[in-house]
């Protein structure tokens, strides 16, 4: 994952209560809230508990400029 250009069709963010998360995406099966995932047309590219992990993540590999 090399980063992400604006006109990608990426999605900025979705909140959503870990009950409705797990009907919707059954197969994650997340065990925890919160919890953030990163997915790319391929599936997941990285998963974590810790908004610190996913905010390095997100510096690091999406790129919006």
């Given amino acids: 994952m090399s980063g992400y250009e604006q006109n990608s069709n990426l999605t900025l963010g979705t909140m959503m209560s870990l009950e409705n998360f797990n009907l919707e995406y059954s197969e994650l099966a997340i065990g925890e809230a ?12 990285f998963e974590t508990s810790g908004e610190r992990e996913a905010g390095e993540f997100y510096i690091e590999n999406i790129h919006l400029n």
């Fill in 34 to 45: 919160p919890y953030y995932v990163f997915l790319d047309t391929n599936g997941i590219v």
